[in-house]
């Protein structure tokens, strides 16, 4: 068991000696070690059974703190972290040598956000490191938007988990890159891609769909729970699946069988919100089977529908 609480110099005293915390953000809780501590960053991989292929995010506290990690940092990227951080954004910029190979899988670019959470801004500052965190949750299944979702799996090999509630967004961070003057979305997330085009440059998005391990976390299965989902027509599907003890995922609409309703007003922000702490919920019941709606694919709705894909049984 680890300990729950939202003791900052105690995070920040663990962190220091190479420990793990896990700590809120506005996305999902994150798992965190001192990313400049290459023995700290392997009991990360270790603790989610993550794959050394798959790079971390490292989360700071300004963009002063990013000139420290990163170099030839362009201009769009000064432009964008003063618009969206801290919050939702993570780029991808060429990493310092002060940065461990590990940390980017041996990938000449590091991907870096500042997180929009109050305790772990105050985290950052207090302990002064970079803090290497991927979502914390075992390699592969539901992130975790609350401490609970985190002591359940990962509270045995934690010290601390940083209590910041539950997490307002829900859906991990969107991840960008920069080509000449346009933005290259690998991940899509938080952020809207809507908010990224109001921006006024060229966005192109790269979604990775296939099992390339140079593109992980974009693998083609991922967050996904241990029960069979299946995403599509709920009516038609419910027929397919007659016979089983079937449970309904919905943005508000409600079905014969029994439905977990994301969004009874039909808000998409909710919806994400709602997300994983409803799947893990069907995912812990005894329903045999869980079918989720197809969300409209505009702003979060296209962070839902890239979630679920890649949870859903293939
Ligand atoms: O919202 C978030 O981003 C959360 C919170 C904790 O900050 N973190 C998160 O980390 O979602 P994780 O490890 O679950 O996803 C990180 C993904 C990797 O799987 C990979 O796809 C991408 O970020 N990534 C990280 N470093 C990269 C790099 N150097 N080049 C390309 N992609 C990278
Ligand atoms: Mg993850």
Redesign the pocket.
């Known amino acids: 068991m680890s300990e729950i609480g939202q003791d900052i110099q105690k995070a920040s005293a663990l962190l220091k000696q190479g420990q793990l915390v896990a700590?809120p953000?506005e996305?999902?809780?994150?798992?965190a070690a001192n990313a400049l501590d290459t023995k700290a960053v392997v009991k990360i991989f270790e603790a989610k059974n993550?794959p050394f292929f798959?790079?971390?995010?490292i989360?700071v506290a300004s963009v002063e703190d990013i000139e420290l990690y990163c170099k030839n940092i362009p201009e769009i990227a000064y432009q964008l972290a003063a618009k969206f951080s801290p919050g939702?954004l993570?780029m991808?910029l060429d990493?310092k040598d002060v940065v461990p190979d590990l940390v980017?899988?041996g990938?000449p670019?590091?991907?870096v956000?500042i997180?929009k959470h109050e305790l772990t801004l105050k985290l950052l500052k207090t302990v002064g490191l970079p803090l290497a965190?991927?979502?914390?949750n075992p390699f592969g299944y539901i992130?975790p938007t609350n401490v609970t979702h985190v002591e359940q799996q990962l509270g045995k090999k934690i010290q601390y988990i940083l209590d910041g509630g539950n997490c307002e967004i829900g859906?991990?961070?969107t991840?960008v890159?920069f080509e000449g003057d346009s933005i290259i979305v690998?991940?899509i997330?938080?952020l809207a891609i809507e908010e990224l085009e109001t921006f006024g440059k060229k966005v192109e998005l790269r979604i990775n769909h296939s099992s390339n391990p140079q593109?992980?976390?974009?693998?083609k299965s991922h967050y996904a729970p241990r029960k069979p989902l299946f995403v599509g027509d709920i009516d038609e599907l419910i027929k397919q699946h007659s016979g089983k003890k079937i449970s309904v995922l919905s943005f508000y609409n409600t079905y014969s069988v029994y439905t977990k309703q994301l969004s009874s007003k039909k808000d998409l922000h909710e919806a994400a919100h709602n997300l994983f702490s409803y799947l893990r919920e069907l995912d812990a019941s005894d329903t045999e089977i869980i079918l989720a709606e197809k969300f409209p694919n505009t702003f979060l709705g296209r962070a839902i529908n890239d979630r679920l894909e890649r949870a859903a049984t293939k």
């Open positions: 700590i953000t996305t999902v809780y994150g798992l993550r798959d790079p971390l995010i989360h939702p993570t991808l990493k980017t899988s990938l670019q590091v991907a956000r997180p965190a991927p979502s914390a992130s859906v991990e961070s991840i890159g690998h991940r997330g938080g593109a992980p976390g974009q693998l």
